[in-house]
């Protein structure tokens, strides 16, 4: 599936009333490779990065912005975005909540089939959530107070 259909499939099952403000990208750093980058943005605003190229050559001057707050450098690739943005068209909720990986757990807490009642319970344990996964989560109780970061 080329990524223009998996990313619609993505944006198309996420709660009502944050359909039209997030949105999830992906582009590669050139033809040949596999490589590339992957980032979520609320309102036009990225506010994660996922690099391939952090991963495989850190960076050891990056400068840290915003984003390394909810995702740190190097943290998360592109690669692993768009395997996240498969599984949540293709298995549901269920199996991403279950597993250990924030952008899957993302996703799903901005999923359509994510109610208020299992959001409250996801928050009760706010210590355990990644920064990504616990950002996502506020963001989706309080649309309105969003992106003040």
């Known amino acids: 599936m080329r990524w223009s259909e998996l990313r619609s499939r993505v944006e198309a099952e996420f ?3 944050i359909r039209d403000r997030v949105s999830v990208h992906v ?7 596999r490589s590339g980058r992957g980032w979520i943005a609320i309102d036009g605003k990225e506010i994660a990065n ?11 001057d990056h400068r840290e912005s915003h984003k390394d707050a909810l995702a740190g450098y190097g943290e998360l690739r592109a690669w692993d975005f768009k395997e996240a943005c498969w599984a949540i ?13 924030p952008l899957r757990q993302g996703l799903a807490v901005l ?7 299992r959001l409250g319970e ?5 210590e355990a959530l990644h920064p990504l996964v616990l950002f996502l989560s506020e963001f989706r109780k309080n649309p309105d107070a969003a992106t003040n970061r």
């Open 15 to 17: 709660a009502e009333e």
């Open 122 to 126: 996801l928050l009760k344990d706010r």
């Open 50 to 60: 996922f690099c391939d190229w952090s991963v495989y050559y850190p960076n050891p």
């Open 89 to 101: 068209v293709h298995e549901g909720i269920e199996p991403a909540l279950a597993s250990q990986d």
């Open 111 to 117: 999923h359509r089939k994510f109610g208020k009642r």
């Open 27 to 33: 582009t590669r750093h050139h033809e040949r490779s």
